[in-house]
């Protein structure tokens, strides 16, 4: 059979065929990153926000594995104000990039970084003594001011000063004319759970907590504590600005925001077939064989992606991929650059039965026609969320901005 070039694609059923034309010269798998939903996601989070309060962007872990700087970029285009990394490294990729909006680090970095958080004015959150004392050295030394967010551990157990200490922390610290405090956050465990007592009491300290520092004199710099959930479910504790995350990406974090702000998804994961045969019944199909051709008409196409480009392997033999608009079962199990599925002509009703070709384009996570396999669908089955799906796709795949 005739290997078809990029330009031989055949019309059948579905959509996807015509997003071959981001297919990558060098590997028959890529990403496509919507940049216009990331835009539409993060105006409908500006809707909810009252004028004036903040919009921070969590772009941790490269944006979800959504590509960080092109996300950022967008992001800021649809009236973000603020970005937020977990990693040093993270932080300085933005800074390389040309990108001069704040950036906050949600943690604290070793001790050994701040010439280098410094260097590319990241701000660090801070919660202990020793790590704000030695940023406010080197600081002062280098004739500047390091900015730093205060974190309050309210009740998740992570990071942060414990509410009660807060205001003798700042005492230790406060005397140090290289620091100034620009912002105090805590994060919420169970801010999607609606009516949660926890969720309450995490609110109930934070509030106590920036009251007995203003009370004792101290700035506080920006208040903030609302993730995804907490901006739509609890407008109430907005503050001066919302840390959003997942719901950029066009996900919702639990069922609950559902039915309150609409989003569309961001990451869509496709390939090319890059073979496709009817083997013998009683043919086995990858490592283990765990699939055996059960009977004849089975068609069994290979795409090239794999656990190494976060298709998770617990997914063998349980998930759908979606081709010519129609799902077809992966079957075998999931290798570290590529897989299998099964297409069983005599169901299909097309004559010749010949479905699936090399070339055809393979929806893993996207919309093909009428069917659609979400972020949410791979994490059910993977018994995960759908940050992690995202995440995983993010590690080697190329990303394609559409
Ligand atoms: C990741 C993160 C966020 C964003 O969370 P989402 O659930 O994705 O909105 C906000 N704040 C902190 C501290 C985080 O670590």
Redesign the pocket.
């Known amino acids: 059979m005739a290997f078809p070039g990029r330009n031989a694609v055949r019309k059948q059923g579905g959509m996807a065929q015509d997003m071959v034309k981001y297919c990558p010269d060098d590997r028959w798998a890529w990403v496509e990153i919507d940049l216009d939903a990331v835009r539409e996601n993060t105006r409908a989070f500006k809707s909810h926000l009252e004028p004036g309060v903040k919009m921070m962007c969590?772009v941790?872990a490269d944006a979800y594995g959504h590509g960080a700087v092109k996300c950022t970029k967008a992001m800021h285009s649809a009236g973000a104000d603020q970005f937020?990394v977990?990693t040093v490294a993270e932080g300085v990729e933005l800074r390389k990039a040309g990108i001069t909006w704040p950036i906050l680090m949600?943690g604290q970095p070793p001790i050994e970084a701040i010439n280098t958080i410094l260097e590319y004015d990241i701000m660090p959150s801070v919660y202990s003594t020793e790590f704000a004392l030695a940023y406010g050295e080197r600081a002062a030394a280098l004739d500047k001011i390091g900015r730093y967010h205060l974190a309050i551990d309210t009740g998740m157990t992570r990071i942060g000063v414990l509410p009660e200490d807060v205001v003798e922390f700042r005492h230790m610290i406060d005397f140090h004319r290289g620091i100034r405090c620009a912002g105090t956050?805590t994060?919420f465990a169970t801010a999607d759970v609606v009516g949660d007592w926890d969720f309450r009491q995490q609110a109930r300290r934070f509030t106590t907590a920036v009251q007995a520092l203003k009370e004792a004199g101290y700035e506080t710099g920006l208040v903030h504590c609302d993730?995804?959930?907490g901006t739509v479910l609890h407008p109430e504790l907005h503050n001066d600005m919302c840390?959003?995350?997942?719901?950029l990406y066009g996900l919702h974090?639990a069922d609950t925001t559902v039915k309150r702000i609409q989003l569309k998804p961001v990451m869509s994961v496709r390939a090319r077939v890059t073979r496709a045969i009817y083997p013998a019944v009683g043919e086995g199909v990858g490592y283990g064989l765990t699939y055996r051709i059960p009977t004849p008409n089975i068609q069994i196409a290979t795409v090239p992606i794999g656990y190494a480009d976060g298709l998770a392997r617990s997914l063998s033999n349980r998930m759908d991929v979606l081709v010519h608009g129609r799902r077809a079962r992966q079957v075998g199990r999931i290798c570290m650059d590529q897989f299998m599925f099964a297409v069983d002509t005599s169901k299909l009703g097309y004559r010749p039965a010949d479905p699936v070709q090399e070339g055809d384009v393979v929806t893993v996570i996207g919309t093909d026609g009428d069917e659609r396999i979400t972020a949410d669908e791979t994490a059910r089955l993977r018994d995960t969320i759908n940050?992690e799906v995202t995440c995983n796709f993010g590690m080697r795949l190329q990303k394609v901005y559409v």
Do not use: D
């Not at 840390?243 to 719901?247: C, E, N, Q």
């Open positions: 969590a941790k937020a977990a949600l956050f994060h993730n995804t959930p840390r959003v995350g997942i719901g974090p940050y």
